[in-house]
Protein backbone atom coordinates (compact mmCIF):
# COMPACT_ATOMS: atom_id res chain seq x y z
CA UNK A 1 0.00 0.00 0.00
CA UNK A 2 1.27 3.65 -0.82
CA UNK A 3 0.60 5.98 2.11
CA UNK A 4 0.98 9.73 1.51
CA UNK A 5 0.70 12.31 3.61
CA UNK A 6 -0.83 15.83 2.36
CA UNK A 7 0.24 18.51 4.41
CA UNK A 8 -1.12 21.91 4.50
CA UNK A 9 1.96 24.05 6.54
CA UNK A 10 -0.20 26.59 7.01
CA UNK A 11 -3.28 25.01 8.83
CA UNK A 12 -4.33 26.57 12.19
CA UNK A 13 -1.84 28.87 12.06
CA UNK A 14 1.50 26.08 11.86
CA UNK A 15 -0.37 23.09 13.34
CA UNK A 16 -0.22 21.21 10.64
CA UNK A 17 3.27 21.23 10.71
CA UNK A 18 3.72 20.40 14.63
CA UNK A 19 1.56 17.51 14.05
CA UNK A 20 3.79 16.00 11.24
CA UNK A 21 6.80 16.31 13.02
CA UNK A 22 4.79 14.63 16.32
CA UNK A 23 3.96 11.94 13.63
CA UNK A 24 7.12 11.27 11.87
CA UNK A 25 8.85 10.09 14.98
CA UNK A 26 6.16 7.60 15.30
CA UNK A 27 5.97 6.28 11.78
CA UNK A 28 8.28 2.79 10.55
CA UNK A 29 6.52 2.24 7.74
CA UNK A 30 7.59 3.15 4.12
CA UNK A 31 5.42 7.22 3.25
CA UNK A 32 5.76 10.20 0.96
CA UNK A 33 5.28 13.59 2.19
CA UNK A 34 3.70 16.84 -0.38
CA UNK A 35 3.95 19.87 1.40
CA UNK A 36 0.47 21.69 -0.70
CA UNK A 37 1.78 25.47 -1.91
CA UNK A 38 -1.73 26.67 -2.92
CA UNK A 39 -5.34 26.73 -2.23
CA UNK A 40 -6.63 23.74 -4.55
CA UNK A 41 -3.00 21.84 -4.91
CA UNK A 42 -4.38 19.36 -2.17
CA UNK A 43 -7.17 18.29 -4.51
CA UNK A 44 -4.22 17.46 -7.38
CA UNK A 45 -2.29 15.98 -5.40
CA UNK A 46 -4.85 13.66 -4.00
CA UNK A 47 -6.45 12.69 -7.91
CA UNK A 48 -3.22 11.96 -9.32
CA UNK A 49 -2.11 9.69 -6.96
CA UNK A 50 -5.81 7.91 -6.48
CA UNK A 51 -5.41 7.91 -10.28
CA UNK A 52 -2.99 5.07 -9.98
CA UNK A 53 -4.39 3.26 -7.56
CA UNK A 54 -5.27 -0.28 -8.38
CA UNK A 55 -6.59 -3.58 -6.19
CA UNK A 56 -2.66 -4.62 -6.21
CA UNK A 57 -1.68 -1.09 -4.69
CA UNK A 58 -4.15 0.85 -2.78
CA UNK A 59 -3.66 3.99 -2.11
CA UNK A 60 -4.15 5.48 1.48
CA UNK A 61 -4.46 9.32 1.91
CA UNK A 62 -3.41 10.83 4.90
CA UNK A 63 -4.72 15.08 5.12
CA UNK A 64 -2.76 16.65 7.86
CA UNK A 65 -4.74 20.23 7.88
CA UNK A 66 -7.93 21.40 8.64
CA UNK A 67 -11.74 20.40 7.01
CA UNK A 68 -10.77 22.46 4.41
CA UNK A 69 -7.38 20.30 3.65
CA UNK A 70 -9.91 17.37 4.05
CA UNK A 71 -12.56 18.48 2.09
CA UNK A 72 -10.27 18.86 -1.24
CA UNK A 73 -8.25 15.70 -0.84
CA UNK A 74 -12.30 13.97 -0.92
CA UNK A 75 -12.97 15.98 -4.10
CA UNK A 76 -9.74 14.59 -5.47
CA UNK A 77 -10.29 11.39 -4.79
CA UNK A 78 -14.09 10.58 -4.76
CA UNK A 79 -15.50 7.21 -6.27
CA UNK A 80 -11.99 5.83 -5.93
CA UNK A 81 -12.54 2.26 -4.88
CA UNK A 82 -8.68 1.09 -3.90
CA UNK A 83 -8.32 4.53 -1.76
CA UNK A 84 -8.15 5.39 1.37
CA UNK A 85 -8.75 8.71 3.13
CA UNK A 86 -8.05 9.43 6.45
CA UNK A 87 -7.07 12.63 8.08
CA UNK A 88 -4.68 13.95 11.31
CA UNK A 89 -6.79 16.99 12.85
CA UNK A 90 -4.40 20.16 12.15
CA UNK A 91 -7.05 23.26 11.68
CA UNK A 92 -9.51 25.68 14.05
CA UNK A 93 -12.72 23.70 13.75
CA UNK A 94 -11.84 19.76 13.39
CA UNK A 95 -15.25 18.94 12.58
CA UNK A 96 -14.37 15.76 10.54
CA UNK A 97 -12.53 14.24 13.45
CA UNK A 98 -16.04 14.53 15.87
CA UNK A 99 -18.00 12.92 12.71
CA UNK A 100 -15.58 10.60 11.59
CA UNK A 101 -12.56 9.96 12.95
CA UNK A 102 -8.90 10.99 12.82
CA UNK A 103 -5.88 9.32 13.26
CA UNK A 104 -3.93 10.45 16.63
CA UNK A 105 -0.82 8.39 16.78
CA UNK A 106 1.07 6.74 14.69
CA UNK A 107 0.67 3.64 15.84
CA UNK A 108 -3.06 4.14 14.86
CA UNK A 109 -1.85 4.72 11.38
CA UNK A 110 0.30 1.69 11.31
CA UNK A 111 -2.13 -0.61 12.55
CA UNK A 112 -4.54 0.65 10.16
CA UNK A 113 -1.73 -0.05 7.18
CA UNK A 114 -1.03 -3.76 8.41
CA UNK A 115 -4.75 -4.33 8.53
CA UNK A 116 -6.64 -2.38 5.75
CA UNK A 117 -9.65 -2.36 8.18
CA UNK A 118 -11.93 0.58 6.66
CA UNK A 119 -15.50 1.96 6.79
CA UNK A 120 -17.91 3.48 3.14
CA UNK A 121 -19.42 7.09 3.65
CA UNK A 122 -21.91 8.64 2.32
CA UNK A 123 -21.30 12.19 0.53
CA UNK A 124 -23.01 15.39 -0.47
CA UNK A 125 -23.00 16.62 -3.89
CA UNK A 126 -23.56 20.33 -4.92
CA UNK A 127 -23.08 21.48 -8.55
CA UNK A 128 -21.94 25.39 -7.94
CA UNK A 129 -21.22 27.51 -11.26
CA UNK A 130 -21.46 25.03 -13.48
CA UNK A 131 -19.05 22.16 -11.84
CA UNK A 132 -19.35 19.20 -9.19
CA UNK A 133 -18.28 19.85 -5.91
CA UNK A 134 -18.48 16.94 -2.88
CA UNK A 135 -18.62 17.67 0.51
CA UNK A 136 -18.16 15.44 3.13
CA UNK A 137 -19.29 17.69 6.42
CA UNK A 138 -21.80 20.19 5.17
CA UNK A 139 -22.96 22.60 2.73
CA UNK A 140 -24.33 25.64 3.68
CA UNK A 141 -26.07 28.99 2.57
CA UNK A 142 -26.30 32.09 3.69
CA UNK A 143 -25.31 33.96 7.27
CA UNK A 144 -23.36 30.42 8.22
CA UNK A 145 -21.16 31.39 4.84
CA UNK A 146 -20.66 34.67 5.42
CA UNK A 147 -19.56 33.85 9.25
CA UNK A 148 -17.26 30.97 7.36
CA UNK A 149 -15.87 33.19 5.33
CA UNK A 150 -15.03 36.14 7.76
CA UNK A 151 -13.72 34.07 9.87
CA UNK A 152 -11.20 32.17 6.93
CA UNK A 153 -9.86 35.71 6.17
CA UNK A 154 -9.23 37.26 9.66
CA UNK A 155 -6.54 38.13 11.87
CA UNK A 156 -8.26 37.09 14.99
CA UNK A 157 -8.27 33.31 13.79
CA UNK A 158 -4.41 33.16 13.59
CA UNK A 159 -4.07 34.76 16.70
CA UNK A 160 -6.34 32.48 18.48
CA UNK A 161 -4.50 29.57 16.45
CA UNK A 162 -1.19 30.25 17.89
CA UNK A 163 -3.29 29.51 21.52
CA UNK A 164 -5.26 26.13 19.97
CA UNK A 165 -8.48 28.67 20.38
CA UNK A 166 -9.09 29.13 16.65
CA UNK A 167 -12.61 27.60 17.04
CA UNK A 168 -13.54 30.81 19.11
CA UNK A 169 -13.45 33.42 16.13
CA UNK A 170 -16.47 31.27 15.26
CA UNK A 171 -19.18 32.98 18.14
CA UNK A 172 -16.73 36.22 18.03
CA UNK A 173 -17.86 36.52 13.48
CA UNK A 174 -21.32 35.39 14.34
CA UNK A 175 -21.91 38.55 16.63
CA UNK A 176 -19.97 40.83 14.47
CA UNK A 177 -22.10 39.29 11.23
CA UNK A 178 -24.84 40.23 12.65
CA UNK A 179 -26.10 43.25 12.59
CA UNK A 180 -24.81 43.46 8.40
CA UNK A 181 -26.35 40.58 7.23
CA UNK A 182 -30.07 40.77 5.62
CA UNK A 183 -31.82 37.55 5.51
CA UNK A 184 -33.30 36.35 2.01
CA UNK A 185 -36.53 34.13 0.57
CA UNK A 186 -36.46 30.59 -0.48
CA UNK A 187 -38.06 28.09 -1.72
CA UNK A 188 -37.47 24.43 -1.08
CA UNK A 189 -38.76 21.64 -3.95
CA UNK A 190 -37.97 17.71 -2.22
CA UNK A 191 -39.88 15.17 -4.51
CA UNK A 192 -43.79 16.52 -4.89
CA UNK A 193 -43.59 18.84 -1.95
CA UNK A 194 -42.71 22.66 -2.24
CA UNK A 195 -41.83 24.59 0.57
CA UNK A 196 -41.27 28.01 0.99
CA UNK A 197 -39.66 30.46 3.77
CA UNK A 198 -39.16 33.91 4.05
CA UNK A 199 -36.65 35.99 6.39
CA UNK A 200 -34.35 33.07 5.76
CA UNK A 201 -30.90 33.43 7.96
CA UNK A 202 -29.29 30.03 6.66
CA UNK A 203 -29.88 26.66 5.07
CA UNK A 204 -27.03 23.85 5.75
CA UNK A 205 -27.54 20.30 4.07
CA UNK A 206 -25.62 18.12 6.41
CA UNK A 207 -23.71 14.59 6.23
CA UNK A 208 -22.51 14.63 9.73
CA UNK A 209 -24.09 16.58 12.96
CA UNK A 210 -21.19 19.11 13.51
CA UNK A 211 -20.26 22.50 11.88
CA UNK A 212 -18.37 25.56 13.20
CA UNK A 213 -15.92 24.10 16.06
CA UNK A 214 -18.45 21.42 17.48
CA UNK A 215 -21.93 23.02 17.00
CA UNK A 216 -24.18 20.36 16.72
CA UNK A 217 -26.38 21.59 14.28
CA UNK A 218 -27.89 18.34 12.64
CA UNK A 219 -28.02 15.93 15.92
CA UNK A 220 -29.65 12.92 13.70
CA UNK A 221 -27.13 12.85 10.79
CA UNK A 222 -25.62 9.86 10.37
CA UNK A 223 -22.48 9.19 7.15
CA UNK A 224 -24.42 5.84 6.06
CA UNK A 225 -27.48 5.95 5.71
CA UNK A 226 -27.86 7.62 2.19
CA UNK A 227 -29.60 10.61 2.97
CA UNK A 228 -28.55 14.30 4.60
CA UNK A 229 -30.55 16.13 7.40
CA UNK A 230 -31.46 20.17 5.89
CA UNK A 231 -31.95 22.64 8.55
CA UNK A 232 -33.53 25.75 7.27
CA UNK A 233 -33.47 28.71 9.94
CA UNK A 234 -36.58 31.35 9.10
CA UNK A 235 -38.13 34.06 10.98
CA UNK A 236 -36.83 35.14 13.75
CA UNK A 237 -35.15 37.96 15.54
CA UNK A 238 -31.57 39.04 15.97
CA UNK A 239 -31.27 38.43 19.85
CA UNK A 240 -32.91 35.15 19.35
CA UNK A 241 -30.43 33.98 16.52
CA UNK A 242 -27.49 34.54 19.34
CA UNK A 243 -29.61 31.94 21.47
CA UNK A 244 -29.87 29.41 18.86
CA UNK A 245 -26.25 29.91 18.52
CA UNK A 246 -25.92 29.26 22.12
CA UNK A 247 -28.13 26.20 22.36
CA UNK A 248 -27.15 24.40 19.07
CA UNK A 249 -23.69 22.88 21.29
CA UNK A 250 -26.27 21.27 22.70
CA UNK A 251 -28.20 20.29 19.94
CA UNK A 252 -31.01 21.58 21.54
CA UNK A 253 -31.69 24.71 19.02
CA UNK A 254 -34.22 21.88 17.26
CA UNK A 255 -36.97 22.49 19.81
CA UNK A 256 -37.04 26.40 18.57
CA UNK A 257 -40.21 26.77 16.10
CA UNK A 258 -38.10 28.86 13.63
CA UNK A 259 -35.87 25.93 13.24
CA UNK A 260 -37.20 23.41 10.32
CA UNK A 261 -34.89 20.26 9.86
CA UNK A 262 -35.81 16.96 7.78
CA UNK A 263 -34.28 13.78 6.15
CA UNK A 264 -33.51 13.54 2.30
CA UNK A 265 -32.12 12.67 -0.82
CA UNK A 266 -32.15 15.30 -2.86
CA UNK A 267 -33.32 18.68 -2.67
CA UNK A 268 -33.03 22.12 -5.01
CA UNK A 269 -32.92 25.27 -3.42
CA UNK A 270 -34.28 28.64 -5.47
CA UNK A 271 -33.26 31.82 -4.01
CA UNK A 272 -34.01 35.07 -5.20
CA UNK A 273 -31.32 37.21 -4.21
CA UNK A 274 -27.54 36.38 -5.04
CA UNK A 275 -26.13 34.06 -1.98
CA UNK A 276 -22.97 33.24 -0.45
CA UNK A 277 -22.48 29.31 -0.08
CA UNK A 278 -20.07 27.07 1.49
CA UNK A 279 -19.36 23.60 1.41
CA UNK A 280 -17.29 22.41 4.66
CA UNK A 281 -16.57 25.88 5.22
CA UNK A 282 -14.50 26.63 1.78
CA UNK A 283 -16.67 29.36 0.76
CA UNK A 284 -17.83 30.78 -2.87
CA UNK A 285 -20.04 33.19 -4.23
CA UNK A 286 -22.40 31.68 -7.12
CA UNK A 287 -22.05 33.06 -10.71
CA UNK A 288 -24.20 36.02 -11.58
CA UNK A 289 -27.55 34.47 -12.65
CA UNK A 290 -27.40 31.25 -10.37
CA UNK A 291 -30.46 31.25 -8.44
CA UNK A 292 -30.78 27.55 -7.99
CA UNK A 293 -29.02 24.97 -6.25
CA UNK A 294 -29.59 21.34 -6.27
CA UNK A 295 -28.06 18.58 -3.44
CA UNK A 296 -28.21 14.99 -3.56
CA UNK A 297 -26.39 12.17 -1.70
CA UNK A 298 -24.33 9.48 -3.03
CA UNK A 299 -24.14 6.59 -0.93
CA UNK A 300 -20.62 4.86 -0.14
CA UNK A 301 -18.75 6.78 -2.17
CA UNK A 302 -15.90 6.91 0.08
CA UNK A 303 -13.68 4.67 2.22
CA UNK A 304 -12.17 5.88 5.23
CA UNK A 305 -9.02 5.07 6.90
CA UNK A 306 -9.59 3.77 10.78
Known sequence: MEVHFIINPKAGNGQGVIRWRHFQNQLTIPYQIHWTKYKGHSLLLAKEFAGRSTKENPVCLIAIGGDGTIHEVLNGAIHSENVYIGAISAGSGNDFARGYKAFETGEQLEQFVNTVKSTSHDCGVVNLNGRTKYFINNFGVGFDALV?????????????????????????????????????????????????YENVWFVTASNQPYFGGGMKLSPQSNTTDGRFELTVVSNLSKWKLLFLFGTV??????????????????VQLIFEDPVLVHADGETQKLTPGQNTIEISVQKNAWNLAK
Open 249 to 266: FLGKHTLLKEVEQFAATD
Open 148 to 196: ANTANNSPLKSTLNKWKLGKLSYPYYVIQALFSYRPFTLTVFQEERIRR
